[in-house]
């Protein structure tokens, strides 16, 4: 008892205010429908450990489809979007909030990772097809009960302890994904798999449980996973249960990787810098040693854009040339020239895998400064100094660019002086 009343105050502090008064409205709604509501999963977890979610997912034991309606309308919700087949339903409240309404229910597999044939049961049986303990709690939203910790696995105990555990021994078979997730909560809050559940991942791995998915959920948790904040630490626990060589036989860190992944960190804020997306650089480091064939392989299962592939494959062949002109190039009109032409990810790529502090501070020059630098003057320019338009103007303002980048301190009048000077007749 007392345990409970703690958890409660616990959950109470840590509600924002909006968030419990949203919960009140819940109550009210499943008073009148006398359908008894949780909120479950990744917020409950969060709450516990004091980390801001905003993801609300609850579970009614009853025709959650319904609730989601009735509950949208006491919002005054934005909309609510229905799913009959699982009667499930989502309320947008707003831009910012969004609660998924789920019924509970039971799931069983006909076979391993065949989709589930779901029927409506209780929340417990709710909590027990869920993927870990930590996830598998929820609370209570009742007029007696309000706040009251539901964790028939032990959830809390694990969340206390750091642990990352499965509810049974066949869930990795029912579905691999869960071995991804696992490894991505593990690095999230820094847990550790409990011994049984770390023995059952890596031999679903083994036995090639993961080759049954479909590309596209392997892709998902990728991209999930490498987006955490720590991703080098992530691609390190996948590498050791196995899941890299899963998904095509030579990903595998080597040291020419391990190096890479070693000064991306360094050079992390250039991710966001260069515009790029934080997983397609890790999996592009993860790629670095393989051939033609493989990568479009690997490209294809993932579904990388067209556009990008050829980017990306131009920079790849041109990388080693691109290194030579570097090593001639002081000026900065040849620094640019030699860079203008790959795309921000092959920028990146060539910074932290340039095996000299010379080139590499280049490298660090262009993205820094070079690429930033606009033109001073432009076509109007030329037209005001008397050229006529045609195919030439491309070259002149090409040439003024040139020299206005090796030549920083000039001003425009300056620039249009050298153009004159040059004696150009068109
Ligand atoms: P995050 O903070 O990354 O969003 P989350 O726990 O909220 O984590 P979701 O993918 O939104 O993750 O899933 C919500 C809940 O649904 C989980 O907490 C878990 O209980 C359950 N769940 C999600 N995926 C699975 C799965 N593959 N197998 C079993 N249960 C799952």
Redesign the pocket.
Known sequence: KKFEDNIKTVLKNRMKEDVLQLLLKIREVSEVRKEKVYI????V??LLLGIE?F?L?IVVEGNGMNFAKELGEKLNAKKVVLHSKFRTGVVIVDEKLKIDVASSRVEYYEYPTSLPVVEYGNIKQDLY????TI??MAIEIDYNKFGRLIDYFKGYSDLKNGKIRILHNFSFVE?P??II?GI??AV?YNFEFDAETKRFAKLSVEEGFLKRLTWKRVKYEIE?ILNEKNPKKAIYMLEEYGVLKAIHKSIKLTKKTEVAFKNLEKYKEYITKLNLKQWIVYFLVLLEDLNSEELTNIFFKFHFPNKFIEKYKFGKIKREKIIDELKSSEKKSKIYNSLKKLSGDLILLLLITVDSEKEENKILEYINEIRNIKPLIMGKDLIKLGYKPNENFKNILNISFMYQLDNQELCKEELLQYIKNLNIFL
């Open positions: 479950v999963g990744g917020i977890r969060d979610n993801d997912d097809r869920r993927d870990f996830n598998a579905d994904t869960r997730r991505r909560f999230r999930l």
